[in-house]
């Protein structure tokens, strides 16, 4: 069938869901995005097709150059926490700019929830209008919030432009950016689901009025959406200009080649690097909320939450990915809608598949079958009620099995410079209190963001360099930052031996001590970001360990404050995993923290607060890690002896009149044979482990979470039901 | 190349005439721009020396000169004397950076910042990446930091940014820092606080400490403190510029000194002169030498704007074309922005810059097709002057943009760069058919004029970033740069939507003339964090006004003192003091220049107030301002100027419209709008003031060509300047 051009489609008075249910038909129907088996303007002539691009690039990046110079937020100026770019009237993301990508499926979602909801009729969609949205039907937490704006062209809906950010407070249960306290979505927030909020490019004053009463930094959010309208509008205009200049009919007809031309880099990339097959990873979340101060009781215990992730590529790189075994939504925040879903696949896809022309068609020929629903990662056609303010604490897992997932198919055909091994993962540390201008702020610790980099194939991850959701994401300088903040910072140093070791280490993430000041008093949470407590993400690639598990410290104010004058050490960060630099503050006056801490802890002046910040997976085994770069890591204070010594198996002595560490190549060589001939005197055959797993399966001899964790999963998922019983050989009536 | 002046009048002129001599060293070329009172001008060309950078601009000196038939190597002793200016910018710096031969240098920071430096800004990694190396993870690598974290020490401390002693400096631990480094064998000690911009006791104490060590020990180091040397906000960038000046600011500034050396032998009896970032010179003997690190691109909007003045024209946008960038900058009522975290060598600095934005896009830029999807990929990469085109035949054999100038016949492959370079067209024909072309499924001279329409649709739209916001029929744009004539009609896009397009003869060394243009002056800023709440009350402006004039106070100060230095007497001083605002809340702050001066009144204050809210709407337009939200203003500076003495832009007699018959060369055939035509050439240096040429057509120069397209054509004015219009 004769694909028809969007131009046939628009001039006839087809609603924008006849236009979504068509684009959507065509692309099943032919595998390409709007049935365009040919790129014909991109054949008649290849420059005036890229200088169409490249004009579409230049509006982006322009948009957000300027707008986030309007903007409030510190993630956003300082740390770039935020998005523009522009949609097909039917919400596929044509171009956008550099950024957090992890935002750019969003509007799409909304512009398809729009259409189902009839917003054609009622509301009503009209040049000048301004809607946005940070539910989650459409958005992935409630901090991140983006608005859309619709460009006509005669009276024509040709497009929308969307700007996203990160806004530091939404007048949730817990202040600040990841609520994780909330048993429902009522307490998540202020949520605004695809609302009207501006008509004729004015915001609304109702509107206005309601975030400043409801909302801790009203201020700060309106800033916020200032800058984003303002970028949306600049786009706009670029748009128009465009349009002027090559005529409407081969805009439209062109921004869909851009789409599909995507798709085909996307799937060329696969077929070239990846073997054809079946590869699935699982991460395992917990929250460790037993005895904690919670909303409702039920909230107050010990959570496991299983993330399954199964992706299937066969021979014409066609990906299917599916959920199968994610187990069930929880009373806290920690739960996903589908955009969820469509972000964590946009960074997996953009950081490791393609990431030459970012939109749509980015994903490839992808086909996501929807998470089970009353999982974490579908809640909503089971409880529509589910909160989701914190929902970053598992994507954050869901992306590194991604990238994970995609190093392993390149790596087994031999692209092995493709590989990274995974993501870091970050606590959510948020501290609110009186700034140096007297305004209270609550902050949280966006300058995690740049993580470390999962291990390469061929290299060490890059420390401190990376976010999954951003990849040119910063850390900012610390001075930038508390301009806004109520605390200081005392460290920033890399977590030593925080990343996983292998052959090629992962990235370390940083170290950062915060202290309060100069509010006299301030409030913190510890919500997160993908962070574990107890059971380490599973992450890592070929023998190597994943990123270990740590704490986030808390130091009394009075202990610190008596320390500094007495003039004794007070940068006290880890000097390793197990030795916390602030037990030097005596029993008592140091505690580590678990994740999550939901109600609001009051903490004085000079407290001070060490997040415990995950870093990368590894790859590969540490024993044929070269002795040199652990000499290396020893010399700038990233690893320590002991470390190298028990894990890497290489041992080094510190010469003081050098002061450098020495790598002692015998003692290395003798060292690494005793961990290989320990590895084998616990090592057991397959088969052997198999048996004796079965039995403990079989008594269901497991800790509650996990039992809970099973059970949940095989109830939800019977397909995966079927194999934990088939791989086990139980009964078809087993059940945890 | 040569303007206006014969031979014998030239020869006649080097007995007396007052020249200037402004250079500007690039990575591949050292460019000297000389002019005399009459505005008669001269450029050279020479190689760039960087391992003795004197040699390249003792050439390049030569060069210029045998113009005017002058030999200096015979007569340099009767014509250097009567230079009354000598300008440098360039590489000096930066040379020490990149073969890292600069200073051992010992860092002292706050204990729990000694990692910053090999932490980098996550962002500054991908600095000079395009966007698929972004967004493509495992392209990331770090460089090495230029101080070693075995020479730099934390200790204990803290100043909050409104200058609050949070934690107070651990004195035995600075002690033990010093000793420490000492041991290294550290040849210059740095020191970096955080807050120290606001409140820099914990920086003069720590020096106070290391200086007495020095003494005890019998050893003389430099201490630099970053309060000195860059009292900025932002302590990444900061602690970047303090590294900067110290590693490589004395074997910079030693090159600085041979060159000086070199001219004051042949009589020149004055200071040589560095450009500084923000457009103005300084003796080479300024402290803060670091400030010329980035001045590479600031000589061309310089000489824009004194062009402008010159002329009338007060809103410019300037281009500058060259071999891998393409530079733009705007001015703007006469003014011109300031970028205050600049890049240079994959960092920041809190090194105040004149705004120009780059992008990877000139004559060298590589052309590739995508693998999987055919799509034509740019750059950003260039091939640069080594190993230069296919075409230069030393080694590359990935097409660039100049392969298809020279293909499409646009560069003439018998006079490039003077004849000086002998060109393999063959090669780069074979080359850019078989990789390129055929792929394309294109005639090979098409895809090389769709190819070069692409990389000017890149430069319009770079262009149009920069005008984003204004109206260009307010504004002309300026093009220059060793390729820009070979762009410029076409990445102006509609001729018509300007006030005016523009180039000039000597468009080649333009960023040395912009040298040779700029003021002697100094700028002093400092830090500061002040609220003013929207509508103040007079308590309020009355004690921002006193804050402010207490600032500037101390900044006149210092620079009545720093000129003295120079040999400038106070009376000869101007100053202009601005302050940094924004709304408080958000991170981007402005530059308003205070309209009174210093504050003598609160009503002075509300003009203050008044300025900045019509520079955030100049600058952002309505949409943006936050009505009803306090102010805050971030910096306080002052700009100090002395007289100095400039080129004057000469104002020629019109002659006829038609060129004169020496001007003609051979006519050749070009490829344009997808057909070869015969195109008219003439000799550049040969147009006259009122000639008028018709496209398509070439004017050529030795080291400049500007290509007029069919539907254009140009009008070369009084001041010589060449007008570009539809035909």
């Known amino acids: 069938m004769k ?103 969003l509007p799409t979602q909304l512009i398809r929830w729009m259409t189902e909801q009839g917003y054609e009729d009622d509301p009503g969609i009209h040049p000048g209008d301004i809607f946005e949205c940070n539910s989650p039907h459409a958005g992935v937490h409630a901090n991140d919030i983006y608005d859309i704006v619709p460009i006509y062209w005669e009276n024509e809906l040709v497009g929308w432009t969307f700007g996203s950010a990160h806004t530091l407070d939404v007048g949730a249960l817990s202040p600040g950016s990841l609520n994780m306290a909330s048993k429902e979505i009522f307490t998540d927030g202020l949520i605004i689901t695809g609302e009207k909020i501006g008509v004729n490019d004015e915001l609304k004053k109702e509107y206005e009025i309601r975030v400043n009463q409801l909302t801790r930094m009203g201020f700060f959010w309106l800033l916020d959406t200032r800058a984003r309208v303002a970028g949306c509008h600049m786009a706009r205009k670029g748009l128009e200009e465009l349009i002027k200049r090559y005529g409407v009919d081969y805009y439209k007809e062109v921004v869909k080649e851009f789409v599909e031309d995507s798709r085909r880099y996307a799937t060329a990339r696969i077929k070239t690097q990846a073997v054809p097959g079946r590869m699935r990873r699982r991460s395992c979340k917990d929250i460790a909320a037993e005895g904690k101060r919670t909303l409702a009781a039920e909230q107050a215990r010990n959570f496991l939450l299983l993330s399954a992730l199964e992706i299937n590529v066969d021979e014409e790189a066609k990906v299917k990915v599916n959920f199968e075994g994610t187990s069930k939504w929880v009373p806290l925040g920690v739960n996903v809608g589908l955009p969820g879903v469509h972000a964590f696949l946009a960074c997996v896809f953009c950081n490791v598949v393609g990431f030459e022309y970012h939109n749509t068609g980015s994903y490839g020929d992808l086909t996501i079958q929807d998470p089970p629903p009353g999982s974490f990662m579908n809640p909503y056609p089971v409880n529509p009620f589910a909160p989701y303010g914190s929902s970053w604490a598992v994507i954050w897992h869901w992306m590194s099995m991604g990238c994970e997932a995609f190093s392993r198919y390149y790596f087994s055909r031999g692209f092995v410079e493709e590989v990274l091994a995974g993501t870091s993962h970050m606590p959510g540390i948020e501290i609110g209190g009186s700034n140096l201008s007297g305004i209270y702020t609550t902050v949280v610790n966006v300058e995690l963001v740049p993580g470390g980099m999962g291990a390469r194939a061929v290299a060490d991850g890059e420390d401190t360099a990376w976010g999954c959701n951003y990849p040119a994401a910063d850390m900012g300088n610390a001075e930038g930052l508390e301009t806004v903040t109520s605390f200081v910072w005392l460290a920033r140093r890399f977590a030593v031996d925080g990343s996983g070791k292998g052959k090629y280490r992962g990235g370390l993430h940083l170290d950062s001590l915060y202290m309060i000041w100069p509010s006299k008093q301030g409030e913190w949470t510890l919500t997160d970001c993908g962070i574990t407590n107890r059971v380490p993400h599973n992450s890592t690639m070929y023998g190597a360990y994943p990123a270990p598990v740590l704490k986030t410290m808390v130091g009394d104010g009075n202990a610190v404050k008596k320390r500094i004058d007495e003039r004794k050490d007070v940068i006290l960060t880890r000097e390793d995993p197990r030795k916390p630099g602030l037990a030097k503050l005596g029993e008592g006056n140091y505690q580590a923290v678990e994740s999550p801490i939901l109600v609001p802890e009051t903490l004085s002046q000079y407290s001070v607060i060490e997040g415990d910040h995950g870093g990368a997976p590894g790859f590969g085994d540490p024993l044929e890690r070269d002795p040199a770069l652990v000499k290396s890591d020893l010399d700038t204070d990233r690893t320590t002896v002991e470390t190298a010594r028990d894990i890497w198996g290489v041992v080094a002595t510190y010469d003081k009149r050098a002061r450098e560490w020495v790598i002692d190549d015998a003692a290395t060589k003798k060292r690494r044979a005793e961990i290989v001939a320990a590895r084998k005197k616990i090592g057991v055959p397959f088969k052997e482990w198999w048996t004796k797993s079965r039995e403990r399966v079989k008594r269901k001899d497991l800790i509650e979470p996990v039992r809970r964790m099973f059970s949940e999963s095989m109830s939800l998922s019977p397909a995966y039901a079927r194999e934990v019983r088939e791989f086990w050989g139980l009964p078809e009536n087993f059940e945890y | 190349m040569q303007s206006g002046t014969s031979k014998e009048r030239a020869v006649e002129q080097t007995k007396e005439a007052a020249y200037i001599v402004s ?140 200058g609050n002693e949070v934690i107070p400096l651990y004195e035995h631990e600075a002690r033990a820092a010093v000793e420490e480094l000492l ?269 070069v329409d692409l990389l000017d649709v890149s430069m319009r739209q770079h262009v149009a970033s920069v005008v984003s916001g204004y109206d260009p029929k307010d504004f002309v744009l300026i093009g220059f740069g060793g390729a820009g004539g070979l762009h410029l009609a076409r990445y102006a896009g509609d001729l018509s939507a300007w006030k005016g397009v523009c180039t000039v003869p000597w468009a080649a060394g333009f960023s040395a003339f912009g040298c040779a243009a700029m003021d002697h002056a100094h700028r002093y800023g400092a830090s500061r964090d002040l609220m003013l709440p929207n509508n103040p009350t007079e308590a309020a402006r009355r004690e921002v006004a006193e804050a402010l004039n207490a600032s500037w106070n101390a900044q006149a100060k210092d620079a009545i003192r720093e000129f003295a230095g120079e040999g400038v007497s106070e009376e000869k001083l101007k ?61 306080v500076g002052l700009v100090a100027t002395a007289d100095s003495r400039k080129p004057a832009i000469k104002k020629y007699k019109l002659e006829g419209k038609e060129p004169p018959e020496k001007a003609r060369k051979p006519t050749r055939e070009t490829f344009c709008y997808g057909e070869w035509m015969p195109t008219e050439i003439f000799d550049l240096d040969e147009i006259r003031p009122g000639n008028k040429i018709k496209g398509i057509a070439i004017l050529e120069g030795p080291a400049y060509t500007l290509f007029i397209p069919p539907d254009t054509e140009v009008e070369m004015d009084q001041h010589k300047v060449i007008w570009l219009r539809k035909s």
């Open chain 1, 3 to 105: 694909a028809k051009s969007l131009t046939d489609l628009v001039q006839k008075p087809k609603s924008l869901k006849d236009l979504v249910q068509e684009f959507d038909r065509q692309y099943e129907e032919t595998g390409h995005r709007f049935g365009l088996k040919e790129l014909r303007l991109k054949k008649e002539s290849p420059t005036k097709y890229e200088a169409v691009w490249a004009t579409l690039e230049r509006i982006c990046e322009d948009a957000a150059v300027t707008a986030a110079n309007v903007s409030a937020s510190a993630a956003i100026g300082e740390a770039r926490d935020a998005c523009w770019g522009i949609l097909a009237p039917t919400g596929e993301v044509i171009c956008c700019s550099s950024g957090v990508i992890a935002h750019f499926p």
């Open chain 2, 23 to 162: 250079c500007d060293a690039g990575g591949t070329m050292t460019d000297l721009f000389v002019v005399n009172p009459d505005g008669e001008f001269v450029v050279g060309k020479a190689a760039t020396t960087p391992h003795q950078e004197s040699i390249g601009y003792r050439e390049s000196l030569e060069d210029a000169f045998t113009y005017w038939d002058i030999d200096l190597k015979k007569q340099a002793k009767q014509v250097i004397p009567n230079v009354i200016r000598a300008v440098y910018t360039g590489t000096a710096m930066l040379n020490a950076m990149i073969i890292r031969s600069g200073a051992k240098v010992g860092l002292i920071v706050n204990k729990g910042f000694e990692q910053t430096l090999m932490q980098t800004r996550a962002k500054e990694i991908v600095l000079g990446y395009g966007r698929t190396e972004v967004f493509h993870a495992v392209y990331r690598r770090r460089k090495e930091p230029y101080v070693p974290y075995r020479q730099i020490r934390g200790v204990t401390g803290r100043i909050d940014l409104r």
């Open chain 2, 183 to 451: 041991d290294e064998g550290v040849e210059c000690l740095a020191i970096c606080f955080m807050g120290s911009f606001a409140n820099p006791v914990h920086e003069k104490r720590m020096a106070e400490i290391a200086k007495e060590i020095l003494k005890k020990t019998g050893k003389d180091l430099p201490v630099l403190t970053s309060h000195e040397v860059s009292p900025y906000s932002k302590e990444v960038s900061r602690m970047n510029t303090l590294v900067v000046q110290a590693y490589a600011a004395e074997s910079g500034r030693r090159q600085l000194l041979d060159i000086e050396k070199d001219l004051k032998n042949d009589g020149y009896k004055y200071p040589l002169q560095m450009v500084l970032a923000y457009g103005t010179v300084a003796d080479i003997r300024w402290p803060r030498i670091v400030e010329a690190t980035t001045s590479g691109p600031v000589g061309a909007i310089i000489g824009t704007k004194f062009l402008g003045d010159q002329i009338g024209e007060k809103n410019w946008v300037c281009s500058d074309v060259g071999g891998t960038s393409f530079d733009v900058g705007m001015v703007l009522n006469g003014r011109i922005a300031l970028n205050r975290e600049p890049e240079f060598q994959r960092m920041y600095l809190t090194v105040p810059m004149l705004d120009v934005r780059s992008i990877g896009a000139g004559a060298g830029t590589y052309i590739r097709l995508d693998e999987n999807t055919n799509r034509i990929k740019l750059g950003p990469d260039s091939a640069s002057g080594t190993p230069g085109p296919v075409a230069y035949d030393h080694g590359n054999l990935t097409p660039t943009i100049a392969d298809c100038s020279i293909l499409l016949g646009r560069l003439n492959p018998d006079n490039y760069l003077g004849g000086k370079v002998k060109l393999n067209v063959e090669l780069s024909r074979r080359i850019f058919k078989e990789k390129i072309a055929d792929p394309l499924g294109l005639d090979m001279y098409q895809a090389a004029e769709e190819i």
């Open chain 2, 575 to 635: 100053f202009v003091p601005y302050v940094l605002m924004k709304y408080f809340g958000q991170i981007m702050d402005l530059e308003v220049t205070s309209p009174t001066g210093w504050l003598d009144s609160p009503a002075d204050v509300s003009k203050l107030i008044a300025e900045f809210e019509r520079v955030y709407r100049e600058t952002y337009t309505q949409v943006g301002v936050a009505q009803g939200t306090p102010y805050q203003i971030t910096r």
